[in-house]
């Protein structure tokens, strides 16, 4: 049964063993990925933040300072 089927109106679903050692990717995968995100995120970092949300990070800011 490696497709789900259909029983009584809903599905029944099958379990994937998962692997005891975490997922490996290797350095060129690695690069890859970093370049991809940083090609995603690089112009967000750019964008101005919204005045009420600067307010809030500096009050978190400071009250962690204080305390």
């Known amino acids: 049964?490696?497709?789900p089927?259909?029983?009584g109106g809903g599905f029944t679903l099958r379990t994937v063993p998962v692997s005891a050692q975490p997922p490996v990717l290797d350095e060129f995968t690695r690069r890859?990925?970093?370049r991809e995100l940083r090609a995603l995120y690089d112009p967000v970092i750019d964008e101005p933040i919204d005045p009420r949300l600067a307010e809030l990070l500096q009050q978190l800011?400071?009250?962690r300072a204080a305390s």
């Open 1 to 3: 049964m490696s497709e």
């Open 5 to 7: 089927q259909r029983r």
């Open 32 to 34: 890859r990925l970093g």
């Open 61 to 63: 800011e400071t009250d």
